[in-house]
């Protein structure tokens, strides 16, 4: 409890799997939080639920597409207001991209979404937050990249997403360079298979392929990626900028 008392902020993708686990830890460790998503039932649903459990009013749900500028002014606009400050992003948002046995066959609409998403998704937001998070004097933005960064074949296939995650790690370093003398840290996590909904459109047998490389021999839970998150966002890791953390049951370490 109180890892990350009297900070504030801003996790997108929370009505997904990671993202939920996510806005219920920093919660529970005192963080009041923007709670962004695209689906607001689900949204909502987790918004009611965490707030009931911890009985407070520390979570705050928005509808926000992090591909819209507009809507990322909203989010931070709406933390400030309703929170005084912003200490902390975590990019968390992403789309799978399709899957598919020729990885360099790809449909160009469907990977140029991807790359939309799950790239540009975080530029933007990592700029939308930067005036808010210099003024904080501990900011931290954390970026959620993949295994697929480091190793092939466990995007399902998509050049698209395997791409646009190591990008992420790419922005990360580039940007925590910039602004590490403004008193920002930037860091990125990669987990390995986690069990949630984004494995919807995955055929069973490509996630079995994937269980199989991995020493561990169990995929996360979403828990799992939070704690590391979490680390990262606190101030327990202020020596740490530009660094990479990988939570994937061994799997990119062969
Ligand atoms: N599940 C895994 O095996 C796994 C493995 C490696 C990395 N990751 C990464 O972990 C993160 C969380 O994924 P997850 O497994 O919880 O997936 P998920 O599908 O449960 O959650 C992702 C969330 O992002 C949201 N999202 C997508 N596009 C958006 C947009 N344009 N605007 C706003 N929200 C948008 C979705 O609606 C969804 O709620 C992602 O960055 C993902 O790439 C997941």
Redesign the pocket.
Known sequence: MGRLADKVAII?????????ALVKLFADEGARVLA????EA?LNELVTDVNRQLNSERVLGVT????NENDWAGAVAQAVDAFGRLDILV??????GRASEEPWNFDAENATTVLT??IM?AMLGIRAVMPELTKSGAGSIVN?????AFVGG?SGGSAA?ASS?AAVGALSREVALGVAKDGVRVNTV??????????ENFPEERIARTLSKIPMGF??D?ID?AYGVLYLASDESRFMTGADLVIDGGHTAQ
């Open positions: 997108t993708g929370a009505s997904g799997g990671v993202g939920g962004t998503g695209r689906n689900r926000h597409d992090i591909t990019n968390n948002a992403a789309i799978p998403t799950n998704g959620v990249s993949s295994a697929a466990v997403y995650k990669y987990p390995g298979l986690v069990r949630t909904p984004i494995l995929a996360a979403p990626i």
